[in-house]
C-alpha cells in the first residue's frame, strides 16, 4: 500500500529538537489517553523512522534510545506503561534542555511523484 507522500524539509542543526518534540507530544499523548499505545509503536518505534538518525548521528544516543524503546509500549499493562512513557518523557525532557539549538525550521515540500 502506497500512500501519498509530502516532505518536511527540517535544517539539520534543528534536527534534534524537532525529533524531541514531536516524541514528546506523541509520548503525552499516549500517556493521557488520547492515543494508544500502539501509535508510538508504528511511528517513533519503526526502525525505518530512527534508523538514519542513529546511523548518521544526526541525534543523540539518549534520544535515539528513546525512540528505539517506542517499540515496547504495547506489551505493557496500563500503569506499567505509565511510568515506562513517563520515564521516556524524562529523559527526553532532560535531553531538550541541553541542547544547542533548542528552535527547530522545517518546511513542507511538493507532493512525492509516483507515491
Known amino acids: 500500500m502506497y500512500e ?3 516532505s518536511l524539509n527540517v535544517a539539520k542543526d534543528g534536527l534534534e529538537s524537532f525529533v524531541i518534540c514531536l516524541a514528546l ?3 503525552r499523548s499516549i500517556r493521557d489517553g488520547t492515543l ?3 501509535v508510538g509503536i508504528w511511528t517513533l518505534g519503526r526502525p525505518i523512522f530512527w534508523s538514519q538518525l542513529g546511523e548518521a548521528k544526526l541525534v543523540s544516543k539518549e534520544v535515539l534510545s528513546v525512540l528505539q524503546s517506542a517499540d515496547e509500549l504495547s506489551t505493557l499493562d496500563a500503569e506499567l506503561n505509565r511510568e515506562f512513557v513517563d520515564g ?8 531538550l534542555e541541553r541542547v544547542a539549538e533548542p528552535n527547530w525550521y522545517a518546511k513542507w ?4 511523484k509516483g507515491s
Do not use: F, M, Q, V
Open 109 to 112: 515540500g511538493a507532493p512525492a
Open 36 to 38: 494508544s499505545p500502539d
Open 88 to 95: 521516556l518523557i524524562s529523559k527526553l525532557e532532560r535531553r
Open 4 to 6: 501519498e507522500t509530502i
Open 25 to 27: 507530544g506523541t509520548l
